[in-house]
């Protein structure tokens, strides 16, 4: 079964772009959780998505965005890019609504000039 | 407030020695625990889980303890090996609430030949 999968792997855009990742989670998991993870703060949760429904959002300005298509596949936006935007993002994938055992893919490395 | 504290934050051993991890939480409610080890510019892979009634549970050279009544865990690693170079993340899963897994920041392992 193949793993979680993320889209870009690295990008690299300057301060006011805005930017698309793709996550594609394990066949027949139907729950997505995005992360943030940067050296000083490390894993910081993003959003949760559970059939194409946003379930929890964490403390992130309105400029971090998601979505989750009918195919459980899921994309995160980050608009009007800053510096301290600049980390690794990760998606989880997990079968359920309450399912604990968390899959996570590789990571989109976001580097903001 | 729920905190998961790891130390130390950063780690160097030698190639064969053995060493352990810290883990400190105040999560509540508890649901379980996991380490987990991500290399370099990669995802999070699970090492362990630990529930609330168990005390020790082995993966090849990784050893992860619990004591809930002191909310500490450990991940012990023994003959260490170059691979083991990475970041151990220490994750408390909550039973409820909005922000279900709490991150730990990690200790970084070196192992030098």
């Known amino acids: 079964k193949a793993g979680v999968t993320q889209t870009p792997r690295y990008l690299i855009k300057t301060r006011g772009q805005q930017v698309t990742l793709s996550c594609s989670p394990i066949?027949?998991?139907?729950?997505v959780s995005w992360y943030q993870q940067t050296p000083g703060q490390g894993l910081q949760f993003l959003f949760e998505y559970f059939s194409e429904t946003q379930r929890n959002k964490g403390n992130f300005p309105g400029r971090f965005s998601g979505r989750q298509f009918s195919n459980s596949r899921s994309e995160m936006n980050v608009s009007t890019l800053e510096l301290g935007d600049s980390a690794l993002y990760l998606c989880?994938?997990?079968?359920?609504?309450?399912?604990?055992?968390?899959?996570f893919g590789p990571g989109t490395r976001l580097t903001v000039t | 407030k729920n905190q998961v504290e790891q130390s130390p934050q950063s780690l160097i051993i030698l190639e064969g020695k053995n060493c352990t991890l810290q883990c400190n939480y105040t999560v509540s409610p508890f649901s379980n625990l996991r380490w987990y080890k991500q290399d370099t510019g990669r995802g999070p892979v699970s090492l362990t889980i630990?529930?609330?009634?168990?005390n020790t549970k082995s993966n090849g050279r990784y050893t992860a303890t619990l004591d809930a009544d002191t909310k500490q865990s450990s991940l012990h690693i023994t003959a260490s090996q170059l691979s083991d170079s990475a970041s151990y993340i220490c994750?408390?899963?909550?039973?409820?609430?909005?922000?279900?897994?709490?991150f730990g920041t990690g200790t970084r392992l070196l192992v030098s030949p």
């Open positions: 630990m529930t609330f009634s168990e």
């Open positions: 994750v408390v899963f909550r039973n409820t609430g909005f922000q279900k897994l709490v």
């Open positions: 066949s027949g998991h139907r729950s």
């Open positions: 989880a994938s997990y079968q359920g609504q309450n399912s604990y055992e968390q899959y």
